[in-house]
Antibody, heavy 121, light 108 residues
Framework: QVQLQESGPGLVKPSETLSLTCTVS??????????WGWIRQPPGEGLEWIAS???????YYNPSLKSRITISVETSRSQFSLKMNSVTAADTAIYYC??????????????WGQGSLVTVS | EIVLTQSPGTLSLSPGERATLSCRAS???????LAWYHQKPGQAPRLLIF???SRATGIPDRFSGSGSGTDFTLTISRLDPEDFAVYYC?????????FGQGTKLEIK
């Protein structure tokens, strides 16, 4: 069974860059139709899709965040990553990595990591 | 972007009862790309339904999804104690993908 695990700093200073990595195990990150994504959830609030990437490198971004984020994949390490610059307190959230299923970036998410709380302060 | 409105905000029911949750979209969702998740406290969301009506792997058949266009429904035929959680719908037919605000299903 596919497992995902987020890693990265739990505390980031305002105006700095948030960096998170997701390590995939129990399955190949390069399986055909394998998409990978980031979703966040401010404490006590709802879910927001951030970005997704296909294993070959095609990327899909939420327009509201696009100017500040970069998603990338490193297949040799079975990892994909998120960078978000110029963070503010509004970026404080639990960040989930997840496997996407679908086509051409139209994705729902069937396997999720446990989540990583990132506090901007 | 497509706004998803879920109702009710909170649903109080007893185990064994039937639950009906609604998700209404601000515009038509292409190809019925509508998913449902539930989330228990301290856990990640879990995919229940995709494509409006297809159950995800390992999801019991007491969960069913229906609807098309702008109106979608998740039905839980007989509530099990483990079903009490927050439920979210997600549309993934148009970018950006968006989620509803959630329905809390609580034990009466």
């Amino acid at each position: 069974q596919v497992q995902l695990q987020e890693s990265g700093p739990g505390l980031v200073k305002p105006s700095e860059t948030l960096s998170l990595t997701c390590t995939v195990s129990g399955g190949s990150i390069t399986t055909s139709n394998s998409y990978w994504g980031w979703i966040r959830q401010p404490p006590g609030e709802g879910l927001e899709w951030i970005a997704s990437i296909y294993y070959s490198g095609s990327t899909y971004y939420n327009p509201s965040l696009k100017s500040r984020i970069t998603i990338s994949v490193e297949t040799s390490r079975s990892q994909f990553s998120l960078k978000m610059n110029s963070v503010t307190a509004a970026d404080t959230a639990i960040y989930y990595c997840a496997r996407g299923r679908g086509i051409l970036g139209k994705l729902c998410f069937d396997y999720w990591g446990q989540g990583s709380l990132v506090t901007v302060s | 972007e497509i706004v998803l409105t879920q109702s009710p905000g909170t649903l109080s029911l007893s185990p064994g009862e039937r639950a009906t949750l609604s998700c209404r979209a601000s515009q038509s969702i292409s190809s019925n790309y509508l998913a449902w998740y539930h989330q228990k406290p301290g856990q990640a969301p879990r995919l229940l339904i995709f494509g409006a009506s297809s159950r995800a792997t390992g999801i019991p058949d007491r969960f069913s999804g229906s609807g098309s266009g702008t109106d979608f429904t998740l039905t839980i035929s007989r509530l099990d104690p483990e079903d009490f959680a927050v439920y979210y719908c997600q549309q993934y037919g148009s970018s950006p993908s968006t989620f509803g605000q959630g329905t809390k299903l609580e034990i009466k």
